[in-house]
């Protein structure tokens, strides 16, 4: 579904990622891990659209989108979740996902879906986003981008910050979308959060990818986990 072929991406004249390949396929749930600053985000702004690759092709479904405008690659199907958690903090819950619906894709999504989906929002619909907590704020940022009826969800750290019970409600939302044929590419650093939801997984160290392979067996390889992620 998704392939990245060989792509560098620059930062003005500093390069954040070197001949990266990673792929996608349908229905399947993808990790980037690595540590802090190793380009995991730089890679999701990339297939997204907002850093174009300098050199190599991104392709979704057969088509080739890099160097397409950021809309028109939403508008093709993949949904982003930044980092940074994306709403409209003057905005209600229901207006965030009201402005968040375009009729581009054909889908199951709506917002009276959001509210099932994510049930603590369906009691704050007319709250302001920059009122909710961290995590209620995480769910109308998925919820945003489920608003899309996405076939990808690029998914940056969503866990990040959050309490341990909200962190275990997002895994098991995120497996459910899994379930339901949503692929999911999603940084991580939290590992164990990571590993209840990939399929399988690719390691960054230096803006590279240096390990590829299924989340079984990048469980067992101790090496590998300790010698980039400094788990022991
Ligand atoms: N806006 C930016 N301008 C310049 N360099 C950046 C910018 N954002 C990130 N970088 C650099 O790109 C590299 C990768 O960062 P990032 O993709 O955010 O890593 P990660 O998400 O894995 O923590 C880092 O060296 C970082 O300093
Ligand atoms: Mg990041």
Redesign the pocket.
Known sequence: MLSVKEIDVC??K?Q?LFNVSIHVKKEEAVLLL??????????LKSIIGFLPPVKGSIFFNGKQISGKKVYRIANGGIAYVP?EREIFPDLTVEDNLAVAEHKTQNGIWNIERIYQFFNPLAKMKKRLGGNLSGGEQQMLSIGRALMTNPKLLLL?EPTEGLAPLIVRMLEEQINKLKKSGIGILL?EQNLQSAFKIGDRAYL?EK?SICYEGSTEDLMKNKDILNRYLGIR
């Open positions: 930062y003005g500093a954040a690595g540590r802090n600053g190793v380009g995991k985000s730089t890679l980092q940056d940084a960054m803006g």
